[in-house]
C-alpha cells in the first residue's frame, strides 16, 4: 500500500530480461523481499545494499505500464509501502496501475503547469474533478475532466521534487486511481474507516515482518489472503483447520465463493486410509483426494457446522478412519512433503502457514471469485482483503520467509 508521496527519486543502472537495477542517491531504508513503488509500479527487492536495490520485473509488468521502454540512465520515483504510524495524507494506491495515458499538452500557467493526458475511456470514466489521481506514482488532484482527456495542475513543490516537470507532449504516464475513492464508488464506504485503521495489518504485505503478520493472523485463528502471481494467477483465503469455526465457512461460501478444499499433509491422510481420487488431475497438479463427512454428524454434511466439525476432525490427532464417511462435502488435498520448496501452490501454502503459526498440518483454502464468476486479480483482490481487514501476501514471500 502506498500513498504517492514522494520522498526520493533514483536512477535506473541497468535493465536486465527479468530485474532492474537501481542506484539510490540518498539513504532509503530498504529489505531485501520487501516491496518497492517505481513510477508507481509495485515491484519486489530480490536485492537490497547501501545505495542500490534490485527489483523483479515480469513481461507482464513491461507490457502494462511505462517499464516497456525504461532504460539505463532514466530517473525513477521511489516510495516504500505504508508503514505503522506513516502519515496517509488522504491518497491510497496500490501500485497495480489501471492503466497508461499519454501527454497531449503541457501549459505554464501563473499556479503552476498544467498537463493534459487522455487515458483510456475505461479509466477516464473513474475520474472526477478535485478527486485523486496518481501520476506515476505521483499523488495529484484531478483539476478538470473532458471528454476524452483530463489534466492536473503540477505545483512549484512537485516541479522540485518530481521528474513530472521533465513531461512533453507525447510521453507515456502510469496512472492508477484513488483506492479509497474506488472502494466507496463500489459501495464499500462503510468499511473503508475499518479498513485505514488496520493498516499496516490488512491489505497486501511483504517481506520477513509482513509473513510474521500472515502467520499471527492464522495462529490466532484468522483468515489470510494468499495471492499467487505466477502459476494460478489467483488468490486464496487460507485458515487453519485445527479452529476452524461455521463463521468462517460461511465467510467462504458467501464472500470467497471459489471451490473450498482442505489441504493436509500427506501422513494425515494416509493414516484416516483417505485415498486419492482418480484420473491425472488438473493442470497445477493439485493431489486432490476422496471427499468425507464426518460420520457423527446428524445432517447431510453440507451446513456450514457440519463442514467446518469435519474439518476440525480432519486436523485432530485422535482421528481414526471411522470418524469420516466416503465420499462426502469435503475436499481434502495432499501437500507435497517438501511443501513450498518442492511446489509453491496454494496446497502447500495452506499446510507451511498451519505449521508455522503451531497447529496442526491442515488447513483451509477458497479461491477468490468476484460477483461477476471472474476470478479476482491482485488489485481486486487487495480490496478485498481491506473490505474484510485480512492481511494479504504473495506466496513467492512466503516460499522465501517461512522456516
Do not use: Y
Not at 15 to 23: F, Q, S, T
Not at 149 to 161: D, E, G, M
Not at 244 to 257: G, H, S, W
Amino acid at each position: 500500500m502506498f500513498t504517492g508521496r514522494i520522498e526520493w527519486t533514483a536512477t535506473v543502472a541497468e535493465v536486465g530480461d527479468e530485474a532492474l537495477r537501481i542506484k539510490l542517491d540518498a539513504a532509503v531504508p530498504l529489505s531485501a523481499g520487501g516491496a518497492v513503488c517505481i513510477d508507481g509500479v509495485r515491484l519486489t527487492m530480490q536485492s537490497a545494499v547501501p545505495g542500490e536495490l534490485v527489483a523483479t520485473i515480469t513481461e507482464e509488468t513491461r507490457r502494462r505500464t511505462t517499464l516497456d521502454r525504461i532504460a539505463a540512465g532514466t530517473s525513477v520515483h521511489l516510495e516504500l509501502p505504508v508503514a505503522a504510524g506513516d502519515r496517509i495524507d488522504g491518497h491510497l494506491v496500490q501500485g497495480h496501475i489501471d492503466g497508461v495515458g499519454k501527454v497531449l499538452r503541457v501549459d505554464e500557467e501563473p499556479a503552476g503547469r498544467r498537463v493534459w493526458i487522455k487515458p483510456g475511456d475505461r479509466f477516464l470514466a473513474r475520474l472526477v474533478a478535485k478527486s485523486s489521481v496518481a501520476l506515476d506514482g505521483v499523488s495529484l488532484t484531478v483539476a478538470e475532466v473532458l471528454k476524452d482527456r483530463f489534466s492536473v495542475v503540477l505545483v512549484p513543490n512537485t516541479l522540485l521534487k518530481t521528474n513530472l516537470g521533465e513531461l512533453v507532449s507525447g510521453d507515456r504516464v502510469n496512472l492508477e486511481s484513488d483506492l479509497l475513492a474506488r472502494m466507496a464508488r463500489d459501495g464499500h464506504g462503510p468499511q473503508l474507516l475499518k479498513a485505514v485503521a488496520r493498516l499496516p495489518w490488512a491489505g497486501h504485505l511483504s517481506g520477513p515482518i509482513g509473513v510474521q503478520k500472515v502467520v499471527a493472523q492464522v495462529a490466532a485463528g484468522g483468515g489470510v489472503v494468499v495471492w499467487d502471481p505466477t502459476v494460478e494467477g489467483e488468490g486464496d483465503v487460507i485458515f487453519a483447520g485445527a479452529a476452524f469455526r461455521p463463521e468462517a465457512m460461511t465467510f467462504l461460501l458467501t464472500q470467497a465463493c471459489g471451490h473450498t478444499t482442505i489441504p493436509c499433509a500427506a501422513e494425515i491422510l494416509a493414516r484416516l486410509e483417505i485415498p486419492p481420487m482418480p484420473g491425472e488431475g488438473d493442470r497445477q497438479g493439485t493431489a486432490m483426494h476422496v471427499s468425507v463427512d464426518l460420520a457423527a454428524a446428524l445432517g447431510t454434511g453440507v451446513s456450514a457446522a457440519e463442514r467446518a466439525a469435519t474439518i476440525r476432525r480432519l486436523a485432530s490427532p485422535e482421528a481414526t478412519a471411522a470418524d469420516f464417511l466416503r465420499p462426502g462435502h469435503v475436499f481434502p488435498l495432499a501437500a507435497r512433503r517438501g511443501l513450498l520448496a518442492e511446489r509453491k501452490g496454494h496446497t502447500e501454502a495452506t499446510v507451511a502457514l498451519s505449521l508455522a503459526a503451531g497447529l496442526a498440518p491442515v488447513g483451509v483454502c477458497c479461491e477468490v471469485m468476484r460477483p461477476d464468476g471472474v476470478m479476482a486479480d491482485a488489485a481486486w483482490l487487495e480490496q478485498f482483503a481491506l473490505r474484510w481487514e485480512l492481511p494479504m501476501i504473495d506466496i513467492h514471500e512466503l516460499a522465501r520467509w517461512l522456516p
